[in-house]
């Protein structure tokens, strides 16, 4: 018997659950980095966030990511790299 499991992916930040693409996978790799894994193909830890700016702004202010992953300060170059990606990700849609 095959049972289909939907992984239910909640936003650290806004704690809205997705189980579409929406949501962004940030992953702690065994050696204890933490990058954004826009393919879904790193393995370890992940955490999940929203593709907008303000679900990243709250999880850096609130340091959600850092307690999701049990990682140490994450580098700002990673939240640089996130933003992009909205800003990427959202450029053809209308505006909400
Ligand atoms: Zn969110």
Do not use: W
Request: hydrophobic share 35%; glycine share 4%; net charge positive.
């Amino acid at each position: 018997m095959k049972t289909k499991h939907i992984p239910v992916r909640t936003c650290v930040a806004c704690r809205s659950t997705d189980e579409k693409r929406d949501l962004m996978r940030i992953v702690r790799q065994p050696d204890g980095s933490v990058c954004h894994d826009a393919r879904g193909k790193i393995s370890g830890r992940g955490a999940y966030l929203c593709a907008k700016n303000e679900c990243i702004a709250l999880a850096k202010k609130r340091k959600q990511l850092e307690r999701a992953l049990k990682a140490t300060a994450l580098p700002e170059t990673l939240f640089e790299e996130l933003t992009r990606f909205v800003e990427a990700t959202t450029d053809s849609q209308p505006k909400a």
